[in-house]
């Protein structure tokens, strides 16, 4: 559950790009034009995933919660959006700016626009101006839609499937690996780790967006400078997501040099009035301190184990329950005895000790749920399904099918529901596999994978049952 803040549980206060134009504060004659990419995402899509990305990362990730903090970034963005020519306009994009509490130097927007910037980011910044040089390179990214044009040159993915994914790319490090536990791909890297072309055009196109805000955008090179000067031996974790397009410094120099800066917002008194306040508070813990003591409250015990057998005892299925709600459009009830352990392309479920760990490396889940959504190639149902069977079978040579298909409840809805047997790779047990999938509006399939050794399946297939039954769906797409 979410902790509100002071003054809202979520960020309420969405930012609409204004619909006049600001008076131009840049030399356009100068100034380098960036022409926005190739892309096959409509910038309605771009809200969607921002928006559902932005709803996990404040489920997950610390938020400072301080409100004067907060309304010292929101000023700041709310001049740069005001600055944002015409051309570059979306009417529909939903802009929001929120501070993480976390030590770390680094900052991201997402699709559409939701940003967030780290805390230690405002602690090391000298000016106004120099926070404003990051959140105008990360509104750049946003209004030049680089996430999803750069997802255009890869795979179409699935938009309601991958928000547990963009945040693992965004956490990074061990905190992400916690985040995107059993993702099949790494769709956060399409959406948020920044080719050179794409920086360089944020970094010049961020300068433009300050000098037409009244911020000097030589404030942004010194920041990068800055970055890179704090980041310590492994280098900062901003410029492994923003890496230098080459001559950083001197390419956003250069293209000040074209500018006119209308105005002038490079005094000090506030962010050194944050800094103080900043100061008050208790020290912001670093993303590898969150990664260390989430790992355990995220996954239930993982026992290592051998090869052919299980060293962990696990409870059975709880009369109590507990009700998730891992994406926008689903919530899903489970036993209160199991826990989420995954997000992305699929979460899991699973009891304490129902997660293990082989001593080669494997991992698997010997007891529990495991809910995603998909799309296939054929129109029915039925086809969809076979495809997505087709699809387990290639990763685990065991599979077998126990019989047809029998028409089931999923939320409400007419599904399908079958039974498989598989011999686990990880502790060599047999085990009943229970697959139930269901249509949502937009073609797409949601799956639930029930999984228990064949000793407990009935007491499993049960809860199983009941899962599916009062799944909650919304998808009103």
Do not use: C
């Amino acid at each position: 559950m979410m902790t509100p803040r002071a003054h809202s549980s979520i960020r309420t206060r969405l930012l609409l790009v204004p619909v006049l134009s600001v008076v131009l504060a840049a030399s356009s004659a100068a100034q380098t034009h960036i022409e926005p990419h190739k892309n096959s995402y409509s910038p309605k899509q771009d809200v969607e995933l921002g928006l559902q990305a932005a709803r996990e990362v404040r489920q997950q990730m610390p938020m400072l919660n301080d409100q004067r903090t907060e309304d010292f970034a929101e000023r700041i963005g709310e001049r740069l959006i005001d600055a944002v020519p015409a051309e570059y306009r979306q009417p529909e994009f939903r802009y929001s700016f929120d501070v993480v509490n976390l030590r770390d130097i680094n900052a991201f927007a997402l699709p559409g626009g939701p940003m967030f910037l780290h805390r230690g980011m405002i602690e090391a910044a000298r000016s106004e101006a120099e926070v404003a040089g990051v959140m105008g390179h990360e509104l750049a990214h946003v209004i030049l839609r680089h996430g999803t044009a750069q997802a255009t040159k890869g795979q179409k993915f699935q938009i309601g499937a991958i928000a547990g994914q963009v945040l693992g790319a965004i956490i990074g490090g061990r905190t992400g690996a916690v985040v995107s536990q059993g993702s099949q791909v790494g769709l956060g890297t399409w959406f948020l780790k920044y080719s050179r072309e794409y920086e360089r055009e944020a970094d010049l196109l961020g300068a433009q967006l300050m000098a037409r805000a009244g911020y000097d955008p030589r404030a942004m090179a010194s920041m990068f400078q800055t970055i890179e000067r704090q980041g310590g031996g492994g280098g900062p974790e901003f410029l492994s997501d923003h890496p230098n397009p080459g001559n950083r410094v001197e390419a956003i120099n250069r293209e000040a040099d074209m500018l006119r800066v209308q105005g002038n917002r490079n005094d000090l008194g506030d962010i050194q009035a944050i800094h103080a306040r900043l100061r008050g508070l208790p020290k912001a813990p670093t993303s590898a301190e969150v990664a260390k003591s989430r790992q355990g409250a995220q996954i239930p015990e993982r026992g290592p184990v051998g090869t052919s057998g299980r060293d962990v005892r696990v409870e059975p299925p709880s009369g109590d329950w507990r009700t998730y709600q891992p994406g926008d459009f689903l919530r899903i009830s489970v036993p209160a005895n199991w826990a989420q352990v995954s997000g992305g392309n699929t979460v899991m479920f699973a009891p304490r000790g129902g997660y293990l760990q082989a001593e080669n490396g494997q991992s698997a889940f010997t007891h529990g749920i495991e809910v995603g959504v998909t799309r296939g190639s054929g129109n029915s149902l039925q086809q969809q399904t076979e495809q997505l069977l087709q699809s387990f079978a290639q990763s685990n040579p065991q599979l077998r099918r126990q019989g047809g298909y029998a028409r089931t409840n999923v939320g409400g809805r007419q599904g399908l529901t079958t039974t498989l047997s598989n011999v686990s790779e990880v502790t060599g047990e047999n085990e009943a596999v229970s697959v139930s999938t269901v249509q949502l509006r937009d073609g797409s399939v949601l799956f639930l994978i029930g999984v228990a050794p064949t000793d407990e399946a009935r007491t499993y297939l049960n809860t199983f049952s009941r899962i599916r039954q009062n799944v909650e769906l919304a998808d009103n797409r």
